[in-house]
């Protein structure tokens, strides 16, 4: 009988993870949450590898599963306006988004199931972004995160389900760090928040931040990603060929 002997074959090498992505310009925070849930699911019954979606969100208090009414300051917002709290499935006590923060939602597997691995590189996604900017970056223990010296700049808050996680990170790139007044961050009533505009003084292009996010996702995960895509959040789910999925809070 002819073929390969055991002695010649090589195992083939496996393809890295190819992932769409989709910029989803300024968008509201509870229905991308309910999207993440439709696409966390597609993910974990194999109907979709994977997808990252890059944003920012109108502003708005998120509080995770470890957050109380403790972690809300009796402090009016910036502009006497009312900033929306709502409740989020992620974990984590209670942050703030607002336009000009770079939101980070990989909606995909988890990486070798090593979740703490996974935290661990999306820190150090962040952390190679702010080193192309000039900035020094790092983590604290038991905090996850990038602080630089005693203010944090990224924050990171999961959702994770049959080892698919979805939410990701936060990235103050020019965000207003007045809002952050409001809250009691991540529950250090001590911490400050501090953003790449104040630490260069300079403007910052948002389109400028977010390839450089995707060259260092690439580079700390080894994925392969699409070309980005400019769409609203509500045309993900058809872009994906996904329109057929359930809606409106399905079980997961």
Known sequence: MQGVSHNSARPLKASPPRFAVFDLGLAPYLPLQELQGRLRAAVGDGRLPGVLLLLEHEPVVTLGSRAGPHDLRDRPAPGGGAIPVVTSERGGQATLHAPGQLISYPVVPIPGRDLGDY?????EANILVLAGLGIHGERRQGRPGVYVGADKISSIGLRCQRWVSSHGTSL???????????????????????????????????????????QAVTQVFGWELLPIRCVSFYQVETELGLEALPRGGAAL
Do not use: W
């Open 119 to 123: 935290v661990r590189g999306l820190e």
């Open 172 to 214: 103050n790139v020019s965000v207003d760090l007045s809002l952050f007044e409001t809250i009691v961050s991540c529950g250090e009533p001590q911490l400050h928040q501090t953003s790449v505009e104040q630490l260069t003084s300079a403007p910052v292009g948002m389109a400028g931040v977010k390839e450089m996010y995707l």
